[in-house]
């Protein structure tokens, strides 16, 4: 019965494995009758210089004075600690270089795995050994540098942070989080500042993925912090298309709480726009004054997660619950 033998070659797509069928005629598993490598002892390399060393000691020895004896003996021993720490220091240097050549080997290795990766990591060397023959070195130059920019884009996420900037793109994101297997709870604050906020296209789109995962039995609790032209001092509920967006939330079964901003003034850092997808992930979006993202963060930092939780759990103190006041106001509200 035959085995099997791997091969690795090396190419523009990367570090691929080939595996073959061996023909049990043409190998051999090793066993005791295998003869075992010839002892360094045994070869001229060692053999010879310890021959001719101790030839000429045994000479020093026969002929030349004492104190030529203890001199000789001394750089000897000399010349062998020299020696010794010399090869020492050379395997040590050879060590930490395998070391590092395994290390970038490893690398396909463990992208293999991962066949969506591994396809991304083909590509970008496919890419570099392209640059790797360009000629021009102000191209080179300009090719390295949007390589590291590229690079420093990409180093958050191996740390599980997402950075979308001036792009809604980070809507596809969250509406994919929201219909994640799994998810039980999705909790929000949306700071309120003008009566458009999430009232565009994408914003509406994103509303009914909301009301979509209420649906399927996901608790959606969102606390809405309002500045005071949009809810009033004196004013039981909010009114407007504000108050509009927000009780079309409370009809599709989300859980709603309202906050005055201005009873935040001494709790700067609960002024935000946040959400937290259950135990997985958390979402911060950051507005300019006409309520348009101009970057989304989601970081799935186990640590940053309980640490928004700890946020909201201070927020919630300050809100009163949209069904509250629609039993103050009465019937007809």
């Known amino acids: 019965m035959g085995m099997e033998r791997y091969s690795i070659t090396c190419g523009q797509s990367g570090y691929l494995i080939a595996r073959r069928r061996a023909p049990s005629y043409g ?9 075992a490598s010839r002892s360094v002892l045994l070869t001229f390399r060692f053999v010879g210089p310890a021959l001719l060393g101790s030839l000429a000691m045994a000479l ?47 690398v396909p290795f463990r992208l293999a795995r991962d066949p969506e990766l591994f396809e991304q990591y083909a590509a ?6 392209d640059l790797a023959g360009l000629a021009d070195p ?14 420093d884009q990409l180093a958050p996420l191996s740390g599980g942070t997402v950075v979308f900037a001036g792009t809604e793109g980070w809507r596809t994101v969250y509406e994919k989080l929201l219909a994640s297997r799994g998810l039980q709870e999705y909790r929000s604050v949306a ?9 565009d ?20 609790e969102r606390v809405v912090i309002l500045r005071d032209e949009l809810w009033p001092a004196g004013s039981p509920l909010p009114a407007g ?11 599709h079964g989300v859980w709603v709480v309202l906050v005055r901003e201005h009873d935040l003034a001494g709790e700067q850092e609960l002024r935000a726009d946040f959400g937290i997808y259950g135990d997985r992930a958390v979402g911060i979006q950051e507005l300019d004054d006409r309520s348009r993202t101009t970057r989304f963060t989601l970081c799935f930092d186990p640590a940053q997660v309980r640490l928004t939780l700890e946020r909201w759990d201070r927020l919630y103190l300050f809100g009163t619950p949209y069904q509250s006041l629609l039993d103050r106001a009465g019937p007809g509200a």
């Not at 020895?61 to 203890?70: G, H, M, N, S």
């Not at 021993?77 to 290390?103: I, K, M, P, W």
């Not at 970008?124 to 050994?129: A, G, H, K, P, Y």
């Not at 191209?139 to 949007?146: G, P, W």
């Open 27 to 35: 190998v051999q598993m090793p066993n005791s009758s295998t003869p």
């Open 60 to 106: 020093v020895c026969a002929l030349a004075p004492l104190e030529a004896q203890v001199a000789a003996l001394g750089g000897l021993v000399s010349t062998l600690g020299g020696l010794f720490l010399s090869y020492v220091e050379q395997e040590r240097d050879r060590d930490r270089r395998l070391g590092e050549v395994l290390e970038k080997l490893s």
């Open 124 to 129: 970008f060397c496919r890419v570099l050994t």
């Open 138 to 151: 102000i191209l080179r130059e300009t090719a390295a540098l949007k390589l590291a920019s590229v690079n």
């Open 191 to 199: 700071l309120v500042r003008t009566e458009d906020y999430w009232r």
């Open 201 to 220: 296209a994408p914003g509406r789109k994103s509303m009914r993925a909301n009301y979509d995962a209420v649906a399927r039995g996901v608790r959606v």
């Open 241 to 251: 298309e504000v108050g509009e967006w927000i009780d079309e939330q409370h009809r």
